[in-house]
C-alpha cells in the first residue's frame, strides 16, 4: 500500500476485448479516510481461458484486487466489469460468489470435522442439486485432483497439498467460469506446488476456465499465460509466457 500517487504504468498486453472476462478500470481503494491508496487507478483486462498470475511487493494490492474481483469489498471508485456484469450493479453477492467465480486461499478454510467430501459438498448447499447429485460431484471432483481414495479422511489426516486439492476441488463446485486464487502454493513443498499448478493447467485447457492467481513466487508465475505486475496499487508491468521463459 502507498500513501502517495504512483508513476503511470506501462502499457499492458492487452487481450482480445471480444474475449474480456474481466475488465478493470480506473480502480481506487482507499483505506483510513482516503489517506491510505490500497489501489490507486489500477487497470486490468483477462481474457477467457487465460491463466493470469499477479505478483508485487506485500502490500502491493494484489489481495485487495483479489478480493474486489470477488465482491468481498467496494471499491473507492472505478469500475469492475466480469463476466459482462458491472459488480456494482450486483443484487447477491454471495450468489455471484457461490454460482459464479471459485475461491482458492492459502489457508485452504476446510471445515476440520467434516471429511473432504462433505468439505466439497457445503460449496453446493443453496443450489439446486439434490443431496444424492451433491454427493456424486463432490467424489467426482475429488477423483480429478487425486483424491479418490480420501474421501472420508478429515483435514488433520491431510497433507498440506491434499487439503489445497480439497480446497480447488470445492471452488469447482458450482462449474465456475472464473477461478480466484490469493498465494494457493504459499504453504505448499515443491512437489505439491507443481501438483497444484498442473491443476490450475488442467482446468484453463480442458474446461476454458479463467485463473487469476496471486503469487510472491516468481517461479509459480512464470508457469501463467500472462504475468502482470503490481506496484503502490497500480500494474507497472505485464507480460505474455514467451517473455517468461528463461533464455
Known amino acids: 500500500m502507498t500513501t502517495t500517487g504512483a508513476t503511470a504504468a ?4 492487452r487481450p482480445d ?10 480502480l481506487h481503494k482507499h483505506y483510513d479516510r482516503g489517506r491510505v491508496h490500497a489501489l490507486d487507478g489500477l487497470d486490468l483486462q483477462v481474457a477467457q481461458g487465460e491463466l493470469l498470475a499477479v505478483t508485487g511487493p506485500s502490500g502491493s494490492g494484489k489481495s485487495t484486487l483479489l478480493h474486489l474481483l470477488a465482491a468481498l469489498d467496494s471499491p473507492t471508485s472505478g469500475r469492475i466489469v466480469v463476466g459482462g456484469e458491472d459488480l ?24 476440520p470435522h467434516l471429511t473432504a467430501q462433505q468439505n466439497v ?9 439434490r443431496r444424492a447429485e451433491m454427493r456424486r460431484r463432490a467424489a467426482d471432483l475429488l477423483d ?21 486439492r480439497v480446497a480447488i476441488a470445492r471452488a469447482l463446485a458450482n462449474e465456475p467460469s472464473l477461478l480466484l ?38 517461479d509459480v508465475a512464470a508457469s501463467a499465460d500472462r504475468l502482470v505486475t503490481i506496484r503502490d496499487g497500480r500494474v507497472v508491468g505485464d507480460v505474455r509466457a514467451e517473455r517468461l521463459a528463461p533464455s
Open 121 to 129: 459438498e457445503i460449496a453446493m448447499i443453496g443450489t439446486s442439486r
Open 17 to 26: 476485448r471480444s474475449r474480456l472476462v474481466i475488465e478493470v478500470t480506473d
Open 181 to 218: 486464487a490469493d498465494e494457493p502454493t504459499g504453504s505448499l513443498d515443491s512437489e505439491a506446488v507443481d501438483a497444484t499448478l498442473a491443476q490450475f493447467r488442467a482446468l484453463r485447457d480442458d474446461r476454458g476456465v479463467t485463473v487469476v492467481l496471486i503469487t510472491h513466487d516468481r
Open 144 to 164: 480429478e485432483v487425486g483424491l479418490a481414495r480420501h474421501l472420508h479422511r478429515k483435514p488433520p489426516e491431510l497433507s498440506g497439498g491434499e487439503r489445497q
Open 10 to 13: 506501462p502499457g499492458p498486453a
Open 88 to 111: 456494482a450493479a450486483l443484487r447477491a453477492p454471495n450468489r455471484y460468489r457461490r454460482d459464479r467465480i471459485g475461491l482458492v486461499f492459502q489457508l485452504h478454510n476446510l471445515l
